[in-house]
């Protein structure tokens, strides 16, 4: 008997798309607050327009979840979430808490 192949699954964005992200996130004129956004708002602050799924319901078109944005640019660039936090120094009482 012949095997049963199932069609690919359709990729939320293409390799050109991952690097655009990618070159996003490492442009140091971009601010951290804009770097540590929500992988949706990354892709649209970059100009990606993103897959829409149809459903039925309630019926209409939705936008995919933030998934498969982050597993194409796992995959493509290494990149494993998008959240960039400034580091900052602790002030004095932090530092001798930590301390003890």
């Known amino acids: 008997m012949g095997r049963i192949r199932t069609p690919l699954k359709k990729r939320g964005l293409t390799r050109t798309e991952t690097a655009t992200i990618s070159d996003y996130l ?6 951290l607050d804009d770097k540590g956004k929500p992988w949706l708002d990354i892709a649209e602050d970059v100009g990606i327009t993103l897959l829409q799924t149809t459903h039925f319901k309630p019926p209409g078109l939705r936008t995919i979840n933030p998934k498969p944005i982050q ?22 009482a932090q530092a001798s808490g930590r301390l003890e």
């Open 26 to 31: 490492d442009d140091s004129t971009v601010s």
């Open 71 to 92: 597993q194409a640019c796992k995959i493509d660039e290494g990149l494993i979430n998008a959240i960039c936090e400034e580091e900052r120094e602790l002030i004095g």
